[in-house]
């Protein structure tokens, strides 16, 4: 409990350092938010009344509480390009990318975990050999490329499935499983070496001394203990897929939070691109944190300091 | 003193002549293969157990004590030690060509073992009370109840304190010599006939040390089982052994009850070995050390693998190494042996 709370207030700690870091580093990208809202055949003065509304001119600190002030109140305010709330845009886009995340996310692990195991218990062997070769390989494809050859093979020349579009379970695949790719070949080694590693311990030993079968042996304590290593790291997959999202969203057409941070930066729309940032930011903190519990959870050596 | 003078007869705490053997070791040859190479770590080794007795089996670290206690158990680190010879009976079973479902049925219920490091010998994420009940519900058809049941009486045995309070706890939350007191409780639940005890005290403080072997002799007598016990501790030897077995490179070089050894060492690296003990009322600058190292399984030397650091060595002890020779209750594979003179 103790952890789970200290880790809680360094989770505050960072949200508010890096929407700092957010705010200033949109302000520091250069152009100037009038050439996104305004006409090109405005003039200085309009432009420049223009930015006194909405408060660009104030010292930068004044405007960062003002910002999140409104954030905090629930009105982040509107897009400049379509005057649309940033709000209806979040739980519109946010859904799309929540599905698309979550299923890249649930990927990584159910297929991840179990390929993993797989080749810890038959280490060695071809099915090993041949899972860890795949893993390599699928950590050294870039996913913008992985995502053109996937959209080449399955949608031109396979036509199997729809190369972008969304939001049934067709249009899911492509997108999810490449989202997915890297953080599965990443999982499959995790476990593999964290199988490997809890199997030669010594409480494994004593647990053969005791004449418990390798079957439950293995199910129930190797596997608990080598999860716990993977736990602690879906977090970073969750950072991993919200960074891979803007890309991947992007090519396939899903229209997620990352396609409209995307389009919002290219735009200088700069209401969006702050607070899409903002929302993905928050979101890979909060998701550590969970993991962090998580970690917790599976680990007693942390649940209780007694 | 000389080999044949001297008295022989079963001391105060040895068992009588009628003892029956639990544990027979016949010839046992261990293999480590590491990088396409392997080599002979345990070179045949002969040992028995009997009913209600306690064999230390000592030698410095690396002479095969640990992998010939592992082998009883099936344990040997896979792929990587293996026996190539040799015959291990339990009761008439030999445990090497049983079935690994039929060993498992004997391990903790017939033949237990409790390991050297307890801080890492305990599954960290379970309490110890959930894998101690795990133990005994898979040897035994018992509830949940009657599992606890024992688990507690194992754990009371051990003398953990407060042992009915302790099941839900998970090891980090318990010392070193607690733990071990878990580990001998998961090793006597089921009342097994022999109990190997791999160096037990050596990764405890000394001042836990003891009652933890007190503890486990008063298992192993109360119990009669026959127990195997290893170390390189001299001390622990002289406090709870009935006969003693000395290792070096993996064979042994003398076996004889502990009186005996203690008063009449006859192979020159047991005398070096009590040499070796301090002595309180010696100056520091007087501690002995066998001179030279233990040689290299992969290099043996050739003859008498005693024969470099030996300072009795004679011309022939360099061309065959002696066999291990039976006279009464002792055995002793010497060629030069000489009375023990302390120093």
């Not at chain 1, 004449?211 to 129930?220: P, Q």
């Not at chain 2, 190479?37 to 080794?45: A, D, P, R």
Request: net charge neutral; glycine share 8%; proline share 6%.
């Amino acid at each position: 409990m103790k952890h789970t709370a200290s880790r809680l207030v360094y989770t505050v700690i960072v949200l508010f350092v890096s929407s700092v870091a957010v705010f200033y580093a949109i302000r520091l990208s250069g152009g100037d938010a009038t050439a996104a809202a305004l006409p090109g055949s405005a003039t200085e003065e309009f432009r420049e009344e223009f930015r006194d509304r909405l408060g660009l001119n104030e010292p930068i600190y004044q405007q960062y509480f003002t910002y999140m002030g409104r954030i905090l109140s629930g009105d982040p305010g509107n897009s400049l390009t379509n005057n649309k709330a940033l709000t209806t845009m979040l739980s519109e886009h946010g859904r799309n990318s929540l599905i698309l995340g979550g299923t890249a996310f649930g990927l990584v692990f159910l297929v991840g975990v179990p390929l993993g195991i797989v080749a810890s218990l038959r280490r060695n062997s071809w099915a090993d050999q041949g899972i860890m070769s795949m893993s390599t390989v699928a950590m050294a494809v870039p996913n913008f490329w992985l995502a053109l050859l996937a959209v080449w093979l399955f949608a031109s020349r396979l036509g199997w499935l729809p190369s972008a579009g969304c939001c049934g379970p067709k249009h899911l695949i492509l997108p999810a499983v490449v989202l997915a790719f890297e953080g599965i070949a990443l999982t499959v080694r995790m476990t593999r070496s964290s199988m490997i590693e809890s199997q030669n311990s010594d409480y494994v030993r004593t647990l053969r001394a005791g004449g418990l079968s390798e079957w439950r042996i293995t199910c129930k304590h190797v596997l608990r203990n080598a999860l716990i290593p993977i736990i602690s790291l879906a977090g970073l997959r969750i950072g991993q897929i919200v960074g891979y999202a803007l890309i991947v969203e992007t090519i396939f057409g899903w229209p997620g939070l990352g396609q409209v941070l995307v389009n919002a930066v290219l735009r200088r729309d700069y209401p969006v691109a702050q607070f899409f940032s903002l929302v993905l930011v928050a979101l890979v903190v909060v998701g550590n944190w969970v993991a962090d519990t998580g970690y917790t959870i599976a680990n007693p050596r942390l649940r209780k300091s007694s | 003193m000389s080999f044949v003078e001297s008295k022989i007869g079963p001391g105060e705490s040895a068992p009588g002549p009628e003892k029956t053997p639990v544990l027979e070791i016949e010839d046992l040859r261990i293999s480590i293969a590491s990088a396409g190479s392997s080599f002979e770590v345990v070179k045949g080794v002969s040992l028995t157990v009997c009913e209600n007795e306690i064999v230390c089996l000592v030698g410095e670290s690396g002479c095969g004590k640990s992998m010939t206690a592992l082998s009883v158990m099936g344990l040997l680190p896979r792929g990587v030690a293996r026996v190539t010879e040799g015959k291990i009976n339990y009761e008439g079973l030999d445990l090497l060509s049983l079935q690994s479902r039929e060993l498992r049925r004997l391990r903790a219920e017939s033949i237990s073992m409790i390991f050297q490091d307890p801080i890492t010998s305990l599954d960290p994420v379970f309490t110890i009370g959930s894998v101690l009940q795990e133990v005994v519900r898979s040897h035994r058809n018992v509830s949940r109840a009657e599992a606890k049941e024992i688990a507690v009486r194992a754990l009371v045995q051990a003398e953990l304190p407060d042992a009915a309070d302790r099941l839900d706890s998970y090891p980090h939350q318990l010392s070193g010599g607690m733990r071990q007191r878990v580990m001998i409780a998961l090793a006597i639940a089921l009342d097994p006939r022999v109990l190997i005890a791999d160096e037990p005290t050596t990764a405890l403080d000394v001042t836990v040390q003891a009652q933890i072997l007190e503890n486990l002799r008063a298992r192993q007598r109360e119990r009669e089982m026959g127990m195997l016990l290893i170390t390189h501790d001299l001390a622990v030897v002289a406090s709870v052994a009935d006969r003693v077995a000395v290792m070096y490179a993996g064979e042994i070089v003398e076996e004889a009850p502990v009186e005996e050894l203690f008063a009449d060492p006859q192979h020159p690296y047991t005398q070096g070995l009590l040499r070796a003990l301090p002595d309180i009322s010696v100056s520091r600058a007087g501690l002995y050390s066998i001179p030279g190292r233990v040689p290299s399984p992969q290099t043996p030397p050739p003859g008498c693998l005693f024969a470099p650091r030996c300072e009795h060595v004679l011309d022939s002890c360099w061309e065959g190494n002696p066999e291990l020779k039976r006279e009464a209750n002792r055995s002793l594979r010497c060629f030069n042996p000489q009375p023990f003179e302390v120093r």
